[in-house]
């Protein structure tokens, strides 16, 4: 009996100790996640003060490791890292902020905006250590920090393919995070104006000439006219309208500075003008070489005006087709130049 006794109280001691250590560990749980609910509580607070007085937060490498990159978050964070300070000559930089500045208002004064998505920046300046910890030697770079895990390939902007147009960022982020933000652009008036001034010029052009209009039924001015509208629409000027492309790219590592995108899925500004020079430019050339065909008179200038033309149509088609090559990869064909 004596050695029952004491294996029942052995048991009756095991047990307490074993629900006391369950309590304890419970305990201990509930402690840690009233912890985690606190800090998380006063991270989404303290990110909401500053999104009331900034659609971007502006971030450094503190608080980027802390609001960005430490769990727990119930929140997504949309992060530009650029380099916007003058002395860093980055021109893309301050057009993509431009953008981005739209895309954080239109999602800032939405009605729909909750604490659930944040834009935030980091400059250079301001957070080196960052680029250095994510190995990043260029910007601006767009990057989506999902709520849970880290995050994926997709979460990484795309420039060179999408743009950083506003309508091209909404776009993204609403694939990244289920987020639907209507882009609301700033009124600009600029196209009214100079539509208005068009208007006015032609009209006054009409009034004075009201006696004299054999110009209106000119050949020449009405082809001038179309070659510039064909002009500008072949080399990419629509594009640039919708997507919003930089006007060229500086190498952050060699400073050189590109005018030609190296893909054929982007393009820059200053590419689609070197691209309407070269057409104008072989376009011009024809025109001598039919010209001098008709020409009468001297046939010394008639051969020149011949050479001259074909000079143009070569060097320049040549070029245009240099264009092409570098930006598909692999295509066979050259004439003058590689």
């Not at 509930?30 to 989404?44: F, H, I, P, Y």
């Not at 990244?176 to 100079?194: H, M």
């Not at 039919?290 to 149509?313: F, T, W, Y």
């Amino acid at each position: 009996m004596y050695f029952r006794w004491q294996i029942k109280m052995a048991a009756y001691i095991q047990l307490v100790l074993l629900w006391g250590f369950i309590a304890l560990l419970t305990a201990s749980v509930l402690a840690e996640t009233k912890k985690k609910e606190e800090s998380l509580g006063d991270k989404v607070h303290q990110l909401m003060e500053w999104n009331n007085k900034k659609s971007i937060i502006r971030l450094n490498g503190d608080k980027f490791k802390q609001y960005v990159r430490t769990a727990p978050r119930n929140y997504s964070v949309v992060v530009m890292l650029t380099a916007l300070q003058p002395q860093r000559g980055c021109s893309v930089c301050r057009q993509a902020n431009d953008e981005y500045q739209i895309l954080a208002n239109s999602w800032r004064y939405s009605q729909h905006y909750s604490n659930k998505l944040f834009f935030t920046l980091v400059d250079y300046d301001e957070g080196s250590d960052i680029f250095q910890s994510m190995k990043l030697n260029t910007a601006p770079v767009f990057m989506h920090f999902p709520s849970k895990g880290k995050p994926k390939k997709g979460d990484t902007l795309d420039i060179h393919r999408v743009g950083f147009a506003a309508e091209q960022l909404a776009k993204w982020v609403g694939e990244r995070t289920d987020v639907q933000i209507r882009v609301f652009r700033p009124p600009n008036y600029s196209g009214t104006v100079a539509l208005a001034l068009l208007f006015a010029t032609i009209g006054g052009l009409l009034y004075f000439k009201r006696n004299n209009l054999e110009f209106l039924y000119n050949k020449t001015s009405w082809g001038i006219i179309a070659l510039a509208v064909i002009f500008a629409m072949t080399s990419g000027q629509m594009w640039n309208h919708i997507r919003g492309p930089p006007v060229m790219h500086r190498n952050p590592n060699t400073g050189q500075m590109h005018y030609i995108h190296g893909s054929s899925q982007g393009q820059f500004i200053m590419e689609t003008y070197i691209v309407m020079l070269l057409n104008t430019a072989v376009v011009v050339g024809f025109i001598m070489l039919n010209e001098a065909q008709s020409m009468k008179g001297d046939p010394s200038k008639k051969r020149i005006l011949s050479l001259v033309g074909l000079g143009c149509v070569t060097i320049f088609f040549s070029l245009l087709l240099s264009v092409f090559r570098s930006k598909y990869q692999g295509y066979p064909y050259s004439f003058l130049f590689k």
